[in-house]
């Protein structure tokens, strides 16, 4: 799994606290291990970007921007009808929210602790349009990028609320192997992908998984998606055929015998014995 770090991958120039890159690619689709050192604004121009995270996963598209926190992500970016992948990406360290929140004399006022999350969509408007548009403009001025910077961060807590620095809040960025199993249960990544995304190696994150719940990864993650296919069952008009990809099985012969290992009956019978005793 080949990881890239960013924006030090991208930007071979000296890094300020405030960096901006005009991204683009033409490949199909696009499959990276993200590790973000500075938190970003991608402004999406051209494609989609699909996201997991620790706690979520998303895909979305150009009429969206998306904030990211550092921290690390799997990313994919699909181009568009015409093979394109467009993006103006605006990197920002701790640092310059610090200076930010001094220079403006800001503080989050929020008396609740705000949901952990790696990423936001924010849609687009009329200003970010036009903002977009000024980006286009950019020179390689350090001075204006921090001024855009600034700009755009005046108006986001404008129109989302104080709030909006919680999500930069360092206290908010630790992430369990607890959130980051159970909030991606479903997605199809493999068990290196899970342990970039606790941000430990292969053998660390076995090894923690194993003391978490007292079982090997594929062990649990299989038991635990067939507890769920064992609740789906109980739907009618549910058929064990219709539903064995979307639990992670790649035929529904391997899905048959694993259940019928879990539960001792095979998931048809489970299903008739069920609407019997309903």
Known sequence: ???????????????????????????????????????????????????VSPEKKDIIGHNHIILIRSGNCLMTETTSSNGNYLSYLLFFNDLAISNFKNRFNLSSTSKTRATPTSFLSIKKDEFIANFITSLGFLSESKAMWQVKFEEFMLYLIEQQGIHLLDFFNPSTQNTTINTVIENNLMNDISLQELAFLCNMSLSSFKRRFYETYNDTPFNWIQN??????????????????????????????????????????????????????F
């Not at 080949?2 to 901006?20: A, R």
């Not at 296919?229 to 992670?248: A, C, F, H, M, T």
């Open 1 to 51: 799994m080949n990881t890239i770090s960013l924006p030090y991958d991208l930007i071979n120039d000296e890094l300020h606290d405030v960096c901006f890159y005009n991204y683009s690619s033409k490949g199909t689709k696009l499959n990276h291990s993200v590790n973000f050192g500075y938190h970003v604004i991608n402004f999406l121009i051209e494609g989609t970007k699909g996201i």
């Open 224 to 277: 635990r998606r067939l507890d769920l296919v064992k609740q789906q069952l109980q739907i009618d008009n549910i058929r064990p055929s219709d539903i064995y990809l979307e639990y992670g099985f790649s035929n529904q012969s391997s899905f048959t015998q694993a259940f019928k290992k879990r539960f001792g009956i095979t998931p048809k019978q489970y299903q008739n014995t069920s609407k019997l005793n």
